[in-house]
């Protein structure tokens, strides 16, 4: 890993204890999705007696695949064995690793829990709905391409959640959260209803009071094959629930580009804080933040944040790295930590897990801020 800057966070590990001390960390609902991940690397050569070589870079990757264009081409890829996938799944991952309590609804198999998300952490406690989707996430240094096949996942509707788990214990989880994490929106059309669903028998359940403490945090992952009115169908839901509750959504940088394109904002020269900016003000949400490769930006009530953060250059895994900084800055913002401090814990999540290829824990984590501040080197 780089080496950052003495002062990086500094105090921040004392900050997030402290507030773990008097809050205690959130309780959580998460859902709706699930999937079992296929991590793979693509073969760029290989020699008998020698380790293969990978193909590094997407670019790379896309150039060898262009010029098959009209000739074809055989590719052997390398396989690091099947693990749990899915944003619901992911982010639970990151805040039971963490401490959290979190009841996660989704596609884990059907009729039985899939064995691989009896690996769950403790304090996560899964209700499967539907059978798991499947993907091959073909991992690079600079990022993934997810190719996922998931029909099971197209049967995910409010119906079928109230018919699953029942409406008066959904009731019960939701207005007992702090946290209440809804992903993957862009692959799951039945997410609408379910969004319609909360808003017309789960908020009216709930007092009023205990609805303006609850954060509501959207990941809609890549929408790039959503149309503008799915994402103007969305946006009526957030705003309809963020009339009771507390609304965050979380973005990557690609994602809040076409979010942007959506919302008819200009591109601002590509400047990721104005970008984030507008996309708030458009929105009128309570809570933003944007991740991309190197830094992060957030926007609240009181204003922005950007931070340089810690770049990892020879990942381990990349795939949910993005679930690990959302639950990271999620946790933060839910212990009531400020803006710059939940961006650097989220940060902090997702370069731990990408070096190491596993959740921190709290404690792990705790060292790993603690390091960055102390801008001693490490390296995956």
């Known amino acids: 890993m ?6 990086w966070g500094a105090g921040l590990a004392e900050r997030l204890a402290a507030a773990r001390l008097g809050a205690g960390l959130p309780r959580c609902l998460v859902g709706f999705d699930g999937y079992v991940d296929d991590v793979v690397r693509v073969v760029r050569a290989a020699s008998p007696g020698r380790e293969p070589e990978f193909f590094a870079t997407i670019s790379e990757f896309a150039g060898h695949i262009e010029a098959a264009a009209g000739k074809s081409a055989d590719m052997r890829i390398v396989s690091s064995g099947a693990r749990i996938g899915g944003n619901g799944p992911l982010l639970s991952c990151g805040l039971a690793s ?49 190719f996922g096949n998931a029909p099971g996942l197209d049967s995910i509707d409010w119906r079928l959640v109230k018919e699953s ?33 909360i808003v017309a028998e789960v908020l009216p359940e709930i007092p009023a009071d205990t609805l303006r403490r609850k954060l509501v945090a959207f990941d809609i992952a890549d929408p790039s094959a959503r149309s503008g009115e799915d994402f103007e169908r969305l946006v009526d839901a957030m705003r309809a629930i963020g009339k009771r509750s507390r609304v965050a959504l979380c973005l990557n940088e690609k994602e809040a580009l076409i979010v942007r394109r959506y919302l008819a904002l200009e591109k601002g020269g590509g400047a990721l804080r104005g970008g984030c900016e507008s996309i708030y003000e458009r929105l009128g949400i309570d809570l ?93």
């Open 288 to 380: 933003l933040q944007v991740h991309a490769v190197s830094s992060a930006v957030g926007v609240d009530r009181g204003g922005s944040a950007e931070i340089e953060g810690i770049f990892v250059p020879h990942p381990v895994l990349t795939t949910g790295g993005g679930d690990n900084f959302n639950g990271g800055f999620l946790a933060s913002a839910a212990l009531g930590l400020g803006l710059e401090d939940s961006l650097r814990v989220g940060n902090a999540a997702a370069a731990y897990y990408v070096s190491k290829g596993r959740c921190a824990s709290f404690d792990e984590l705790g060292a790993y801020l603690s390091e960055a501040a102390g801008g001693r080197e490490r390296r995956a």
């Open 98 to 146: 963490l401490g959290a309590s979190v009841v996660c609804v989704g596609a884990m198999g059907l009729p039985e829990l899939h064995p691989l998300f009896a690996g769950l952490p403790a304090g996560c406690r899964p209700m499967t709905i539907a059978e798991p989707g499947f993907t091959h996430a073909f991992e690079f240094l600079d990022g993934k391409l997810m």
């Open 2 to 7: 780089g080496e950052q800057a003495p002062g």
């Open 165 to 197: 788990v029942g409406l008066d214990s959904f009731v019960r989880w939701f207005a007992e959260s702090d946290l209440v994490g809804v992903v993957n929106w862009s692959s799951m059309h039945g997410l609408d209803s379910i969004l319609e669903g």
